[in-house]
T-cell receptor, first 113, second 114 residues
Framework: DAGVIQSPRHEVTEMGQEVTLRCKPI?????LFWYRQTMMRGLELLIY????????DSGMPEDRFSAKMPNASFSTLKIQPSEPRDSAVYFC???????????FGPGTRLTVT | GDSVTQMEGPVTLSEEAFLTINCTYT??????LFWYVQYPGEGLQLLLK?????DKGSNKGFEATYRKETTSFHLEKGSVQVSDSAVYFC?????????????FGTGTLLAVQP
């Protein structure tokens, strides 16, 4: 398997623009997780899905952030409008079952100027 | 709630030195324990895991033993290499735990000098 795939790998955008990050989990994995990593806050769980249904979005920082999973092989994380403080590396991860090890994608490095 | 505490970094060692990175946890139930490694510019990779008390996880010369009596899962390696320089994360989760999520520690930066 190709592992978790994320796109784009790098995104540079101006404040106020909409940003969409994409993730393809490992086939057969029922759980998908979105994380954000910064120097200040470390690794933060934003939201996770089970069988395409959002289970816990308590980590989503504010209403500017939204995530969807329209099918088992695709998820998006959208920021609208983006702000400089959203600059971070965003990771997607998937796992086969509850609490099992997660497999991470390579991340999307977002820079908002 | 469940939590993981790792030793503060950075840890700086010379090549071939012995490595220990401490990890302790608080959890309900009987979670699994994991160590992840993040190399510069990359995502987190699973390094090793242990699913029950007294289990030893091992990979690439790294080892960690699930100690229920001390609620610890310390990472060790007998002889580190420059290529081991990375950030190491301890995490807990698992079907025996109280959560669907993995709970990560804050990470420990390891720098190995030639």
């Amino acid at each position: 398997d190709a592992g978790v795939i994320q796109s784009p790998r790098h995104e540079v955008t101006e404040m106020g623009q909409e940003v969409t990050l994409r993730c393809k989990p490992i086939s057969g994995h029922d759980y998908l997780f979105w994380y954000r990593q910064t120097m200040m806050r470390g690794l933060e769980l934003l939201i996770y899905f089970n069988n395409n249904v959002p289970i816990d979005d308590s980590g989503m920082p504010e209403d500017r952030f939204s995530a969807k999973m329209p099918n088992a092989s695709f998820s998006t994380l959208k920021i609208q409008p983006s702000e400089p403080r959203d600059s971070a590396v965003y990771f997607c991860a998937s796992s086969v079952d509850r609490g099992y090890e997660q497999y991470f994608g390579p991340g999307t490095r977002l820079t908002v100027t | 709630g469940d939590s993981v505490t790792q030793m503060e970094g950075p840890v700086t060692l010379s090549e071939e030195a012995f490595l220990t990175i401490n990890c302790t946890y608080t959890a309900t139930g009987y979670p699994s324990l994991f160590w992840y490694v993040q190399y510069p510019g990359e995502g987190l990779q699973l390094l090793l895991k242990a699913t029950k008390a007294d289990d030893k996880g091992s990979n690439k010369g790294f080892e960690a033993t699930y100690r229920k009596e001390t609620t610890s899962f310390h990472l060790e390696k007998g002889s580190v290499q420059v290529s081991d320089s990375a950030v190491y994360f301890c995490a807990l989760g698992g079907r025996g735990g109280a959560t669907n999520k993995l709970i990560f520690g804050t990470g420990t930066l390891l720098a190995v000098q030639p």
